[in-house]
């Protein structure tokens, strides 16, 4: 059996960039994107059955619940797990496992596996590879070649190496455009360019969200040491039980595949921390712009109000108004003049008054030499101490800085000792 060509890794080989329209789909997390789900109140399911051998004994087989749950030996509740629930399970039963894991939903025992088709699928491909190594799989029996594993341990690594390929090539297929718009983000801020970070920031984390489940739920079934013993159900069907320290093959096969589903979440989660650090920096930018904006303006502000200051002086002698200046020679330009000063100064009252309002202090303003008593030029020194021992150690290199601290502390307890000695 063949698979299917993969439409989606020759598009990727081209290098191009993928469309908006999948990025902006809303029912990508939780895997609903990756199937349809059928109403709660459906009685009947569809599903390929494999025997021990690994060949398919029937192909979208229909069968009703309460018949599955009967020869299966399965509750209502883990078949509405199954069939309705999108969250990831791995649940294991008395003679079955069951496994819902994004795009594959099975039931393994100790000599058959039940595929349940996923209603209106968009997995075909996914799918389609998952029966093609299944199927190899299975027909290896318990070889050298498949490390001695079971029947039950076969078509589970199945399941997860499925899975977790398909993780790995979505992670790919995200972070690619991710870091390609990061990258242009800190030549240029664009608008569209923001727009695709927005985009790709909320299917990046759809992604993760959906990563991390199916991280917990093989963590979940790591911690419980009874599920882990209660998986060899080849041996228990041969009358064989295992005590519940004794699992560590499955327990190795859980872990490798759960250091690669734990490698993909933290991959992601760089990935995301990488959007909101480049998102705050691009609003400080933004912020700073608009702040030198603003600072603009006042500044227009202020000229504008000095202007109308000498303006208000040589409109009183404009008024047709007899005031015996306009006889002389030196009235237009005195008047002229003296608005000039005025204006002048407005100005640089005002810009200085605009200094003052940027500068801020942490610890105020140091008390001038000449200026207050003796007692508040010390406590302006105290203050003001600390905060240029600060810039000064912030100023350092970080060695540097450490040096000066125990410096300073092995200072501090010198100068104790001497005092304890006096």
Known sequence: MRPPPN??????????????????????????????MKPANALMLRCTEFDENGKPILMSGEFKKTELGTKYSLLPRDLRKIDSSVLPH??????????????????????????????????????????????????????????????EFRALEAVLQSVTTALETELDNVRKPVVRVLQELEEDIDRDKLRHLLIYSKKLTSFEQ????????????????????????????????REEDNHEEVELLLESYHKVADEIVQVSSALVGGIRNTEEIVRAILDANRNSLMLLELKVSI????????????????????????????????????????SIIACMYGLRMLRK?????????????NGGTKKQQRQGLRLAEPAHREEGIMGMPLGQAVAAVKAGQKGKGNKGAVGGKR
């Open 7 to 36: 439409h989606e890794a020759r598009d990727e080989a081209h290098g191009d960039m993928p469309s908006l329209t999948g990025f902006m789909d809303d029912h990508a997390g939780l895997g609903s994107g990756s199937r349809n």
């Open 90 to 151: 791995i649940m294991v039963r008395p003679t079955a496992i069951l496994i819902n894991l994004l795009h594959l939903r099975c039931l393994i025992k100790y000599n058959r596996v039940l595929i349940f088709d996923s209603y209106g699928s968009s997995q075909t491909y996914a799918q389609s590879m998952f029966v093609y190594d299944l199927q190899g799989k299975l027909q290896q029996k318990a070889s050298q070649l498949s490390g001695n594993l079971p029947y």
């Open 210 to 241: 959906k990563a991390r489940l199916v991280r917990d739920a093989i963590d979940d079934l790591l911690e419980a040491d009874d599920d882990l013993a209660a998986m060899y159900l080849t041996e228990k069907h041969a009358g064989e039980e």
């Open 357 to 369: 309002v940027q500068k801020l202090r942490m610890w105020g303003e140091r008390p001038a030499g």
């Open 303 to 342: 000229a504008t109000a000095g202007i109308s200051v000498g303006m208000f002086i040589a409109a009183l002698y404009g008024m047709n108004l007899e005031n015996f200046i306009e006889d002389t020679n030196w009235g237009f330009w005195s008047v002229s003049g003296f608005s000039f000063v005025i």
